[in-house]
């Protein structure tokens, strides 16, 4: 049973806008967290997604049990790469990074993943992945070594995201990169959300409130938010 997937189906079905809180382990001061609970309880978070680009096992676990003692909403993991996996969590995005031409992050991870996620209780959900250029290199394009969409080919952004959709993806993200110079342009939103039948999820650059409502109206299902939490817990009180 997909509960996860089943539950952003509809929300999407009855128009109700997700929101993910993006958790970077290595960056997360195990000394505040407390303070970081107590904000995302506040916050108006429906998921929160965890993932980053060097995580070390031992403190995902932990850091996910820590989270479910206190928070109540779905945890998603969302792996920069194979060693990225917890069983603590309630699901995986189960990434394909199509808008890329390099095999290690088309195919070549999830082959190493699959024995490993098999053994656990995670819901995956697969995701294609589609990185969009965003003003500067970010570190999903320095790591993957793969070139971003451009941002002003609406045509091929949205073939990327059908092909992604006919290929079996059950989600797509639209990324700009964390903390990118620019966000994903809010016409690529548009035209790709008009065209393709599963949730859409829009991150990377988004900094103030007014920048999630954009993305909403755009037709975004969920808006992550990392960077912007990140530097200030207070973010949606601003
Ligand atoms: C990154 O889309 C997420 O993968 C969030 O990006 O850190 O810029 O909010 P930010």
New binding site residues.
């Given amino acids: 049973m997909m509960k996860f997937y089943n539950q952003i189906l509809q929300s999407k079905k009855e128009n109700q806008k997700l929101l993910a809180i ?1 958790l970077d382990p290595d960056k997360i001061v195990l000394d505040n967290l407390k303070y970081l609970i107590e904000k995302i309880n506040q916050s108006p978070a429906t998921h929160i997604f965890i993932g980053g680009s060097h995580v070390r096992n031992n403190i995902l676990d932990d850091l996910i049990i820590a989270l479910k003692e206190k928070i109540k909403l779905p945890i998603i993991l ?1 792996p920069g790469n194979p060693s990225q996996i917890s069983d603590q969590a309630d699901a995986i995005l189960f990434l394909s990074l199509i808008s890329g031409r390099n095999p290690d992050y088309l195919i070549e991870h999830q082959v190493n993943a699959a024995p490993i996620l098999k053994k656990t209780q995670l819901e995956i959900i697969s995701t294609g992945y589609m990185l969009v250029e965003s003003g500067g290199e970010t570190a ?1 394009e320095r790591i993957s070594k793969t070139k971003p969409l451009c941002r002003k080919d609406l045509n091929f952004a949205l073939a990327t995201a059908q092909a992604g959709e006919m290929m079996g993806n059950k989600l797509l993200y639209l ?6 110079k620019n966000a994903v342009p809010l016409e690529m939103i548009k035209s790709i959300s008009n065209n393709i039948e599963i949730p859409l999820i829009v ?4 900094i103030d409130l007014q920048g999630i409502q954009k993305a909403y109206t755009a037709g975004a299902d969920l808006v ?5 939490f ?1 530097n200030n817990a207070e973010f949606f009180n601003s």
Avoid: D, N, P, Y
């Fill in positions: 993006l969302f999903v990324e700009a990169g964390s903390g990118a991150g990377g650059g988004i992550v938010i990392g960077t912007a990140e």
